[in-house]
């Protein structure tokens, strides 16, 4: 994989678009389809409501962003709403993030797209009466709220992974898909609440202290200590976690 950008023969008046061809051009050079590892991945074309790519082999499909910084804990999205219903929705893409650096590729990560659910969503304050789009309500992407388990790293830090690792790590990470909306947030908190426990091992007893921030989030839930275990079952069967006994677990695939 070559992690420079392509010279362009084209002069581009404006920055944006001129970075927009640049990471577009290198990910269709460069980046293979993670879950059947085809090369060649086709672009839909500019302004395509679906996503920027997708794989004519397997069909998935795939959007990019990409930031010229360190990707922090937010990502500029599109207009909140029709963001909101993508999400809801089955043709939802996977989410490739790009850090460059100049003209160098730094880091880039893949987020498979049942990680996302509305939650990762955040939504802006319209924009004022006096902007050029006044009214329009658009979204950030709550990045840093995705389990490290949807983070899958590509190239990290100007170096490639190996594709086998990548496609195996994506392949683990398809394993957790859950297409029931509700369950697949309770999913999410739970795995985010496993990655803020700073040691490899961790108790049942140390989730159900979280438990009033997650009963919070999910109000109509009577009986969060029995989703909490329902989603340690579920971890465990996929092999994210190994159950030790006596209320006591270990990451295995978690961070
Ligand atoms: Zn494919």
């Given at each position: 994989?070559?992690?420079?950008?392509?010279?362009?023969?084209?002069?581009?008046?404006?920055?944006?678009?001129?970075?927009?061809?640049?990471?577009?051009?290198?990910?269709?050079?460069?980046?293979?389809?993670?879950?059947?590892?085809?090369?060649?991945?086709?672009?839909?074309?500019?302004?395509?409501?679906?996503?920027?790519?997708?794989?004519?082999?397997?069909?998935?499909?795939?959007?990019?962003?990409?930031?010229?910084?360190?990707?922090?804990?937010?990502?500029?999205?599109g207009a909140y709403y029709a963001a909101l219903e993508r999400i809801n929705s089955s043709t939802n893409p996977n989410l490739f993030v790009l850090h460059y650096n100049q003209n160098f590729v730094e880091n880039l990560t893949l987020v498979p797209k049942h990680f996302f659910t509305p939650d990762t969503l955040v939504i802006r304050k319209a924009l004022s009466s006096h902007a050029r789009r006044a009214g329009y309500i658009g979204s950030v992407i709550n990045y840093g709220g995705i389990p490290s388990a949807g983070k899958i790293a590509v190239i990290e830090a100007h170096r490639e992974i190996f594709k086998d690792s990548v496609m195996k790590n994506y392949a683990h990470a398809v394993s957790l898909r859950v297409r029931n909306m509700d369950l697949r947030g309770w999913l999410m908190d739970v795995m985010k609440c496993i990655d803020n426990i700073p040691h490899e091992f961790f108790s049942l007893g140390e989730l159900y202290r979280l438990k009033d921030e997650l009963g919070v989030k999910h109000p109509s839930n009577h009986n969060v200590k029995a989703k909490i275990r329902q989603q340690l079952q579920f971890l465990r069967d996929k092999g994210f976690i190994e159950f030790l006994g006596r209320g006591k677990y270990r990451k295995i695939l978690l961070g």
């Open positions: 994989m070559n992690l420079t950008f392509p010279e362009l023969q084209i002069d581009y008046r404006s920055s944006p678009q001129r970075i927009r061809v640049l990471t577009e051009t290198w990910f269709k050079n460069e980046v293979y389809c993670p879950a059947c590892g085809n090369y060649n991945l086709l672009k839909f074309p500019n302004n395509s409501k679906l996503a920027d790519f997708y794989c004519g082999r397997c069909g998935e499909v795939f959007e990019l962003k990409s930031k010229g910084k360190p990707i922090g804990k937010t990502i500029l999205d």
